[in-house]
C-alpha cells in the first residue's frame, strides 16, 4: 500500500504499466498533431507556383505530359515526379485528373531541390 501525507492512498498508486496502451494513446496525439502541422504549413499558396507530386514510379516524362494539363511548367523537382507548374485558371478543375497525389507550396519544401528550369 502507498501511503502520501502519512495517509494510505488506494488504487493504482505503484503499478507499472508494462504494455503498449499507456503509450498509444499520446503516441497517437502527437503523430496526429505533427501531421496537421505539416499539413497546413505544406499548403501551396493562392497564388503562385505549384509543386505536384506524382506517383514514384512515374518516370519525368509522364510527370511533365501530366502537370502540362493543369498549368505552365515552371521547373522540376530533385527527383523525376516532382514537377512545378504556374497553374492556369482551370487548375483546380483539372488537377484531380492530372493523378498527382499532392499539391504541395514549392517554397515550403525548399523549392523542391530545384536541379533543372525549363526554359521556353
Known amino acids: 500500500m502507498a501511503f502520501w501525507l502519512g495517509r494510505p492512498v488506494l488504487g ?3 503499478r507499472r504499466s508494462t504494455g503498449l496502451g499507456a503509450w498509444s494513446i499520446p503516441v497517437a496525439l502527437g503523430s496526429l498533431s505533427l501531421m496537421a502541422a505539416l499539413v497546413l ?5 493562392p ?3 505549384v509543386a505536384l507530386l506524382f506517383p514514384p514510379w512515374w518516370g519525368a516524362m509522364r510527370s511533365i505530359a501530366a502537370a502540362a494539363r493543369v498549368g505552365s511548367i515552371v521547373r522540376l523537382g530533385a527527383v523525376p515526379f516532382i514537377v512545378v507548374v504556374q497553374p ?3 487548375f483546380r478543375r483539372h488537377v484531380g485528373g492530372s493523378l498527382a497525389w ?6 515550403a519544401l525548399g523549392g523542391c531541390g530545384l536541379l533543372k528550369h525549363i526554359s521556353e
Open 12 to 14: 493504482h498508486v505503484g
Open 41 to 45: 504549413s505544406l499548403q501551396p499558396r
Open 47 to 49: 497564388s503562385g507556383p
Open 88 to 90: 492556369d485558371k482551370s
Open 102 to 107: 499532392l499539391v504541395l507550396d514549392p517554397q
